[in-house]
């Protein structure tokens, strides 16, 4: 498929694409008869699992030293593991900070809430709700 299609595929923008290239995340490509990139479907899965990988926070330098190992191909299955548990790890405690946020803001959904409720016809908060509720920003 042509860089179009392929960048439609995979999310990414044609540009990316070719910096992906540049770095060394994607193997330069088949070339056609015009000099146009022509890609495969495997590396459109590879493309799909950089697009993963770099979701879950893994740094383009890290992903370009996961290509490279790759790229050795079998002897490097133990680093290549290695790398993915680090950073399963750190995607661990992403989700872990994710989750207090999300108490958070559910929280002060409910405060709001709340306070509307509180609030009489002129959109004034009782006296006795500002005495007895805890506001903050």
Not at 14 to 26: A, S
Request: charged content about 30%.
């Amino acid at each position: 498929m042509k860089i179009g299609a392929f960048a439609k595929h995979s999310g990414l923008s044609v540009d990316t694409i070719r910096y992906y290239e540049k770095v060394g995340l994607l193997k330069p490509p088949y070339r056609d008869d015009g000099g146009r990139r022509v890609f495969d479907d495997e590396e459109l899965n590879w493309l799909k699992f950089l697009v993963q990988l770099k979701a879950t926070g893994m740094s383009v330098a890290e992903m370009v030293a996961y290509s490279d190992l790759r790229n050795q191909g079998t002897a490097t299955y133990e680093a290549r593991q290695k790398m993915l548990i680090d950073q399963r790890k750190k995607v661990a405690i992403q989700q872990a900070i994710l989750n207090e946020c999300a108490l958070l803001l559910d929280d002060k959904v409910t405060l709001y809430n709340d306070l509307i409720d509180e609030r009489d016809d002129d959109g004034q908060t009782s006296k006795s709700s500002k005495n007895t509720r805890c506001y903050q920003p």
